[in-house]
């Protein structure tokens, strides 16, 4: 998977905490769940999982030592990311999708697995978008998925020919070997597949981070912090994080004392 190929870059650690949508076993929420354990396994990722409800969330008092995953649509994800926020949590926060959602101040530093955007900052994007609609307004929507798709299929097939199959079984066992060693030209630089016919290849065009600008939110280039920096801070904000709980509630309970002492004074 795209993000924690990204986190495994970008952040030391293998732990991450694991928000999922609590929902039917066929939901967008747990498809993504089940994606991310899958993806996880296979790059030694260990994850914290957590259920969450609109209204009902327990957030574990060690989140903030680790990066954020939200599994759950754009509504419930950025209701979530508003939860996080308010607790001033120093994790940093993924989830899925770029609906306009998560175009808010609460959500600003969020990065987002999304398809691709037709108001993207990637020039090549832009290009690509021209070249294949032949015209500046992008109309319907076609997913990055649909595009990468007909690329990959287009160039198989093609190769498929060559090879002068007879039967239908022969050329099924002809196209799976052809998609397991061949690159394939795709709209914005080469693909493949894994062993595990995972795409790996040129999908960082589908990572967008929040920022903010002014008074303007917007989808931007993805977040690329320090490695050493962001583990470091992320160990000095938890630790700090711990102390003004513990403070916080060793003055709590003095304040309690005091006025249990006036009250019998």
């Given at each position: 998977?795209?993000?924690?190929?990204?986190?495994?870059?970008?952040?030391?650690?293998?732990?991450?905490?694991?928000?999922?949508?609590?929902?039917?076993?066929?939901?967008?929420?747990?498809?993504?769940?089940?994606?991310?354990?899958?993806?996880?396994?296979?790059?030694?990722?260990?994850?914290?999982?957590?259920?969450?409800?609109?209204?009902?969330?327990?957030?574990?008092?060690?989140?903030?030592?680790?990066?954020?995953?939200?599994?759950?649509?754009?509504?419930?994800?950025?209701?979530?990311?508003?939860?996080?926020?308010?607790?001033?949590?120093?994790?940093?926060?993924?989830?899925?999708?770029?609906?306009?959602?998560?175009?808010r101040h609460s959500a600003v530093g969020t990065t987002l697995v999304?398809?691709?955007?037709?108001?993207?900052?990637?020039p090549i994007v832009q290009q690509y978008l021209q070249e294949i609609?032949?015209?500046?307004?992008?109309?319907?929507?076609?997913?990055?998925?649909?595009?990468?798709?007909?690329?990959?299929?287009?160039?198989?097939?093609?190769?498929?020919?060559?090879?002068?199959?007879?039967?239908?079984?022969?050329?099924?066992?002809?196209?799976?070997?052809?998609?397991?060693?061949?690159?394939?030209?795709?709209?914005?630089?080469?693909?493949?597949?894994?062993?595990?016919?995972?795409?790996?290849?040129?999908?960082?065009?589908?990572?967008?981070?929040?920022?903010?600008?002014?008074?303007?939110?917007?989808?931007?280039?993805?977040?690329?912090?320090?490695?050493?920096?962001?583990?470091?801070?992320?160990?000095?904000?938890?630790?700090?994080?711990?102390?003004?709980?513990?403070?916080?509630?060793?003055?709590?309970?003095?304040?309690?004392?005091?006025?249990?002492?006036?009250?019998?004074?």
């Amino acid at each position: 998977m795209i993000l924690l190929r990204f986190i495994q870059q970008t952040v030391s650690g293998r732990d991450l905490t694991v928000f999922s949508l609590d929902d039917h076993p066929d939901s967008y929420a747990s498809g993504l769940l089940d994606d991310l354990t899958k993806a996880a396994a296979d790059l030694d990722f260990h994850l914290n999982h957590v259920t969450f409800s609109i209204g009902q969330v327990d957030i574990p008092m060690d989140t903030g030592r680790h990066p954020v995953v939200i599994c759950a649509p754009s509504h419930e994800s950025t209701w979530l990311i508003e939860q996080l926020r308010s607790r001033r949590l120093p994790s940093p926060i993924y989830s899925f999708g770029s609906n306009r959602n998560y175009l808010r101040h609460s959500a600003v530093g969020t990065t987002l697995v999304c398809d691709i955007k037709y108001d993207d900052y990637n020039p090549i994007v832009q290009q690509y978008l021209q070249e294949i609609l032949g015209k500046d307004d992008a109309g319907e929507e076609v997913s990055l998925s649909s595009v990468l798709a007909m690329h990959v299929i287009s160039q198989a097939v093609a190769a498929l020919e060559q090879s002068h199959m007879q039967t239908i079984a022969e050329s099924r066992a002809a196209l799976s070997k052809i998609l397991s060693v061949a690159e394939f030209q795709g709209p914005f630089g080469l693909v493949a597949f894994s062993k595990n016919r995972e795409m790996i290849g040129h999908e960082n065009i589908s990572l967008v981070t929040v920022r903010r600008r002014g008074f303007t939110v917007y989808f931007g280039a993805p977040e690329t912090l320090k490695v050493w920096g962001l583990h470091a801070r992320l160990k000095w904000q938890a630790r700090l994080w711990e102390a003004i709980i513990i403070v916080s509630t060793i003055g709590g309970a003095v304040g309690l004392l005091q006025l249990a002492v006036q009250a019998l004074g």
